[in-house]
């Protein structure tokens, strides 16, 4: 059914709840289970509506309703009349700490009249709580995008910075209170836990554990997004941010503070987990990168007239509006401990900045700010189990665009390239050779997967059979590889990591402390509270910079996965 047209009437406010409005009732019943999206942007349409065409297909699953910003109504009413035909599309203002009345009261009406089972929140982070919170109020299931939430400032304002922390803990203990009266899942899509090169890391650390006894002993990862972002897009772009005061730890980064915890975890046993982490962050950001490579040098090296045609900013004005803008690199030193002793170590890389192929300065007016612009992607991680075992994981592209309709190569530098490589102490462990590499290939078979085309994007709907297979009454909550109590600690580290940063600025010890206890294996994280005492300045976020809104927005702020 088309959508009906939007009002025309020229003195609607541009921030006016709209609702694109056919007859709920006369809809033909849907398939499956129904969901509402929350958020169309980017890794929505890459993930979700294009994978709910074949779950739609199996008639397991349907998009029924999709929220978006007003702001976005003409290209959304366009995309949703070709992506979403029998979707209801409603579109809400932009808000800030807490969802409108009217907003509550519409969506509310939405979900009881299309009957909807799940919302998929896949707004711009600063958002997820509140989505999380009305649709637990509702009683209903959720998936969610990493991270669980962000704050503006995190990495100026002690307040904001713990403030992620307990955005989680307020989710948790709503969903928690609503599994007294009836069970549902929380997804959160960190899809890496469904990635077979991960799954296949985590088997082989259980079963070193299993054989020696000994844990995870340290971890390197590094992942880094190859891109090379120019200075007034540093300013001005909503998608994936640096000016409101977070960057790359609240963009991917908590996909490795995810993998990091869940490495570790697999060599834990009740004995040897830690109660204590510490962490410890440096943090590299726009205006030291703009010291790395002035201003002038950019225009020396992408040719001064096509650089200067674009420059919307002098070098003292980028120096301002850079001043308080979040993270582009972050280094994360992270150790675990338990009764006072050091169980694992690990160095987190997350960087924004690495080998990128872009060299050119305009993008032209659609860009392709998820996957495409010059856009390299490298990971790599070496997991150590004492004496006994180096696990080697290495995902390398020399590409940056990205054919999905073919197979790709897995070879190095190639789309698909992942391998991992067990190095293992054979004559202990009584085996033949000391190692072994895997494919991504041989690793599909290993987990019966079929992937094609780009192989990541197939991983991304990991989340999706999972969800369905609990609502099927397939899976327990009991076996969810994602559900939201599991992820108190990469949550907590995430906000540490933030309030790290902040007590080094303030001149204190960057060491920020997270007690860690158990309940039914289930692990609880908590910022140490003498931590949170930051004296020296005032806590509150830093004074602002008025940093003009490019026109039009690169991208709109629904967008940011």
């Known amino acids: 059914?088309?959508?009906?047209?939007?009002?025309?009437?020229?003195?609607?406010?541009?921030?006016?709840?709209?609702?694109?409005?056919?007859?709920?009732?006369?809809?033909?019943?849907?398939?499956?289970?129904?969901?509402?999206?929350?958020?169309?942007?980017?890794?929505?349409?890459r993930t979700y509506i294009k994978h709910f065409k074949d779950l739609a297909a199996e008639r397991r699953g349907e998009i029924v309703a999709a929220v978006d910003l007003v702001a976005n109504r003409n290209q959304m009413e366009r995309y949703a009349k070709e992506h979403l035909p029998k979707a209801e599309l409603i579109l809400v203002p932009q808000f800030a700490h807490s969802m409108p009345m009217d907003v509550q009261d519409r969506l509310t009406a939405v979900v009881r009249v299309l009957q909807i089972d799940c919302i998929i929140v896949s707004t711009e982070p600063e958002r997820h709580k509140l989505y999380g919170l009305w649709a637990i109020g509702l009683g209903l299931h959720v998936i969610m995008d990493k991270p669980l939430s962000t704050r503006k400032d995190a990495l100026n304002c002690p307040t904001q910075a713990v403030g992620i922390a307990d955005d989680y803990n307020e989710l948790l203990a709503a969903y928690r209170m609503l599994q007294t009266r009836k069970r549902t899942m929380f997804l959160i899509n960190s899809h890496r836990r469904f990635h077979p090169g991960f799954l296949g890391t985590i088997n082989f650390i259980t079963e070193m554990r299993e054989k020696t006894g000994c844990p995870v002993t340290s971890l390197v990862s590094t992942h880094c997004d190859g891109q090379w972002r120019l200075p007034h897009e540093i300013v001005d772009q909503h998608y994936h941010p640096f000016r409101y005061g977070y960057g790359k730890i609240s963009h991917s980064g908590y996909h490795f503070l995810d993998t990091c915890y869940k490495f570790f975890e697999a060599g834990w046993t009740p004995d040897k987990r830690p109660d204590e982490i510490e962490m410890v962050a440096t943090f590299f950001r726009p205006n030291d990168f703009m010291f790395a490579l002035s201003h002038e040098e950019h225009s020396r090296v992408l040719g001064r007239d096509a650089y200067n045609s674009h420059a919307k900013y002098s070098a003292d004005e980028l120096?301002?509006?850079?001043?308080?803008?979040?993270?582009?690199?972050?280094?994360?030193?992270?150790?675990?401990?338990?009764?006072?002793?050091?169980?694992?170590?690990?160095?987190?890389?997350?960087?924004?900045?690495?080998?990128s192929r872009r060299d050119w300065v305009d993008h032209g007016s659609n860009p392709d700010l998820y996957k495409g612009c010059g856009r390299v992607k490298h990971e790599s991680h070496e997991i150590r189990s004492g004496p006994f075992q180096t696990i080697v994981i290495d995902s390398r592209q020399a590409n940056d665009k990205h054919d999905r309709s073919k197979p790709s190569s897995t070879e190095l530098g190639s789309d698909n390239h992942f391998e991992v490589q067990t190095w293992r102490n054979c004559g202990v462990?009584?085996?033949?050779?000391?190692?072994?590499?895997?494919?991504?290939?041989?690793?599909?078979?290993?987990?019966?997967?079929?992937?094609?085309?780009?192989?990541?994007?197939?991983?991304?709907?990991?989340?999706?059979?999972?969800?369905?297979?609990?609502?099927?009454?397939?899976?327990?909550?009991?076996?969810?590889?994602?559900?939201?109590?599991?992820?108190?600690?990469?949550?907590?580290?995430?906000?540490?990591?933030?309030?790290?940063?902040?007590?080094?600025?303030?001149?204190?010890?960057?060491?920020?402390?997270?007690?860690?206890?158990?309940?039914?294996?289930?692990?609880?994280?908590?910022?140490?509270?003498?931590?949170?005492?930051?004296?020296?300045?005032?806590?509150?976020?830093?004074?602002?910079?008025?940093i003009p809104d490019p026109s039009p927005p690169i991208e709109p702020l629904s967008v940011l996965v």
């Open 319 to 355: 120096r301002s509006h850079m001043r308080d803008m979040g993270e582009l690199d972050a280094m994360l030193q992270i150790t675990f401990k338990r009764d006072c002793c050091v169980t694992g170590m690990a160095q987190l890389n997350l960087f924004h900045t690495g080998f």
């Open 429 to 546: 462990l009584g085996e033949m050779q000391p190692l072994k590499t895997y494919t991504v290939s041989q690793l599909d078979q290993r987990y019966d997967n079929e992937a094609t085309g780009l192989y990541m994007e197939h991983i991304k709907r990991g989340v999706l059979h999972e969800a369905l297979e609990f609502l099927e009454g397939r899976r327990s909550i009991n076996d969810l590889t994602t559900n939201l109590p599991d992820h108190s600690i990469p949550a907590t580290m995430m906000s540490a990591a933030y309030m790290s940063y902040v007590r080094r600025e303030r001149g204190l010890s960057p060491v920020t402390h997270i007690d860690v206890s158990y309940m039914n294996d289930t692990a609880t994280a908590t910022i140490r509270e003498g931590d949170l005492q930051v004296p020296g300045l005032p806590d509150s976020p830093p004074l602002s910079v008025d």
């Open 1 to 45: 059914m088309p959508l009906s047209p939007a009002p025309t009437n020229p003195k609607e406010p541009p921030d006016t709840l709209f609702v694109a409005e056919p007859d709920f009732m006369a809809r033909s019943s849907t398939m499956g289970f129904r969901f509402m999206l929350v958020g169309i942007g980017p890794h929505a349409k």
